[in-house]
């Protein structure tokens, strides 16, 4: 079955640089890939997703991006600010069922 | 719309208890999704039910574990005989075919 591996695990930045969040997943099937937000508490909520005949999507400060010939992924950050600070989770869709395989995620603080 | 709702928020357990977990998810949407979260283990996928009908049940830990969905707005998680290995917050989640799954605010489980 799919699989989904995310890198780095926890990621620390100063307020304003980047952060990049990479995921690589096994099933050559798998065609959509979301990226949640988790903050402290809270329940996961999707912030961008990209299908699999798109490379690259943006939306403001965020922007993902997808290489399917390498099976990965990966999720960017602009000018971060203390609020992106929270677990980010990435994930894989493998078939038409709208089930998802997560990525154990990554812990991002940023220092003010 | 109120989005998926779960109940109870919180549960506090001993040990051998019946726990039952419960999820409306958003009106319309068509699938439904159990999550387990774990510090260890991240976040799991349980189950999940395409129009009433449970599709995947090969994330369920072991037979202590059920669920049903009896009709298009609710659906139970059970635990029989619960144990402290199972305590961790349990997300439903719901969505309309491949694409976005809105998560409910979650159970904290603790079994004691």
């Known amino acids: 079955g799919e699989n989904v591996e995310q890198h780095p695990s926890t990621l620390s930045v100063q307020e304003g640089d980047s952060a990049v969040i990479k995921c690589t997943y096994s099933?050559?099937?798998?065609?959509?890939f979301p990226w949640y937000k988790q903050e402290l508490g809270k329940r996961p909520q999707l912030i961008i997703d990209?299908?699999?005949?798109?490379g690259e999507k943006k939306d403001q400060r965020i922007a993902v991006t997808l290489n399917k010939t390498a099976k990965h992924f990966s999720l960017h950050i602009t000018e971060t600010q203390p609020e992106d600070s929270a677990v980010y989770f990435c994930?894989?869709?493998?078939?038409?069922?709208?089930?998802?395989?997560f990525g154990q995620g990554t812990t991002l603080q940023v220092k003010p | 719309d109120a989005g998926v709702i779960q109940s109870p928020r919180h549960e506090v357990t001993e040990m051998g208890q019946e726990v039952t977990l419960r999820c409306k998810p958003i009106?319309?949407?068509?699938?439904l999704f159990w999550y387990r979260q774990t510090m260890m283990r991240g976040l799991e996928l349980l189950i999940y039910?395409?129009?009433?009908?449970?599709?995947?049940d090969s994330g369920m830990p072991e037979d202590r574990f059920s669920a049903k969905m009896p009709n298009a707005s609710f659906s139970t998680l059970k635990i029989q005989p619960s144990e402290p290995r199972d305590s961790a917050v349990y997300f439903c989640?719901?969505?309309?075919?491949?694409?976005?799954?809105?998560f409910g605010p979650g159970t904290r489980l603790t079994v004691t």
């Open positions: 989640a719901s969505s309309l075919q491949v694409g976005e799954q809105y």
């Open positions: 099933d050559s099937a798998s065609n959509y």
């Open positions: 990209i299908r699999s005949n798109v």
């Open positions: 994930a894989a869709s493998p078939d038409n069922t709208g089930k998802l395989i």
């Open positions: 009106s319309g949407h068509n699938s």
């Open positions: 039910f395409n129009n009433n009908v449970p599709i995947d």
